[in-house]
């Protein structure tokens, strides 16, 4: 049985940092893409960024790029989302989920098969 587990969450001022955390188990994590999204209340969810198996790829939503990071641990099964400058718009549950397939689009979440829990990011203004 896979299982996602994230992790990180929690409550930060605007402009504010938070790394989220998610441990893939019961599968081989190192073969597949890995990808976060979120939603908000009212909102519909959105992907963040995503991530190939090697790690040598990754894709950003426009409304992140070039504050968000993804990256992933093979070895310890898990991705990372380190959140900088963080803006109130970004409260949210975040999620991360792992790709059904080599090669189709990231940000539908229909192309992803496994998701976590999710967990509460909650930015102040």
């Known amino acids: 049985q896979v299982q996602l587990v994230e992790s990180g969450g929690g409550l930060v001022q605007a402009g504010g940092s938070l790394r989220l955390s998610c441990v893939v188990s019961?599968?081989?994590?190192?073969?597949?893409?890995m990808g976060w999204f979120r939603q908000a209340p009212d909102k519909d969810g959105e992907f963040v960024a995503g991530?190939?198996?090697?790690?040598?790829?990754?894709y950003y939503a426009d409304s992140v790029k070039g504050r968000f990071t993804i990256s992933r641990d093979n070895a310890k099964k898990t991705v990372y989302l380190q959140m900088d400058s963080l803006k109130p718009e970004d409260t949210a549950v975040y999620y991360c989920?792992?790709?059904?397939?080599?090669?189709?689009?990231?940000?539908?979440?229909?192309?992803?098969?496994?998701w976590g829990q999710g967990t509460q990011v909650t930015v102040s203004s």
């Open positions: 019961g599968r081989a994590f190192s073969s597949y893409g």
């Open positions: 991530i190939r198996w090697s790690g040598e790829n990754t």
């Open positions: 989920a792992t790709k059904s397939a080599y090669g189709t689009s990231w940000t539908p979440w229909s192309n992803y098969n496994y």
